[in-house]
């Protein structure tokens, strides 16, 4: 299955293409013009963020790590409409259950009503949130998908500094 090159979500169907690049959504291919940025941090500092953000404590309940990207999956419906997503948080092992679980129940009720892709994601959805409830990232060390997440937010950090330091002294003009 083809995988988004910016949020590693894996793509069901359909998504952006640039050139050799798939993304799941315009937002991500936004992101994606971070990665020219990310490649180039260094191994070093991209090593110490990573560790830091696995056995630090969760961004979103505060509770113990390990930190890691957990993924839950959600489809909802309307007749003709059905619209699919998956959304990686960072976050701790219990908070990427109860996602998982509000997902699953919401695409259980959800999901369903819609011909025909509804039919056929809805299940789709369940079962990954299923199997990723049991299954999920090894809590003894980072995943890759991790590195990755901390990669681009290195990133947009150094594209957002770089955007406050240049301003000022891009805009030469003087008003006298
Ligand atoms: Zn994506
Ligand atoms: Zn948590």
Same mark, same amino acid.
């Given at each position: /299955? =083809? ?34 940025? =990310? ?19 969760? #961004? ?13 999956? $959600? !489809? ?16 701790? +092992? ?9 997902? /699953? !129940? ?21 079962? +990954?949130?299923?199997?990723? /409830?049991?299954?999920? #990232? ?14 681009? /937010?290195? =990133?947009?950090? =150094?594209? $957002? ?16």
């Amino acid at each position: /299955m =083809a995988k988004c090159d910016y949020c590693g979500t894996s793509i069901l169907f359909g998504g952006v293409k640039d050139g050799d690049l798939r993304f799941c959504n315009d937002q991500c291919h936004a992101g994606g013009q971070l990665l020219a940025i =990310a490649q180039q941090i260094p191994p070093d500092l991209l090593e110490e963020t990573v560790r830091e953000t696995h056995q630090g404590n969760c #961004p979103k309940c505060r509770g113990r790590g390990p930190v890691d990207v957990h993924t839950s999956h $959600r !489809v909802w419906s309307a007749l003709l409409l059905t619209n699919w997503s998956s959304r990686p948080q960072v976050c701790c +092992r219990s908070c990427g259950v109860k996602s998982k679980l509000g997902d /699953m !129940v919401f695409s259980g009720v959800l999901g369903w009503w819609g011909f025909p892709w509804g039919i056929i994601v809805t299940p789709v959805q369940i079962i +990954r949130n299923f199997f990723g /409830m049991f299954g999920g #990232p090894d809590p003894a060390r980072p995943s890759k998908e991790l590195e990755h997440f901390v990669r681009l /937010m290195i =990133a947009e950090n =150094a594209a $957002r500094q770089a955007a406050v330091t240049q301003s000022p002294t891009a805009s030469g003009e003087t008003s006298e």
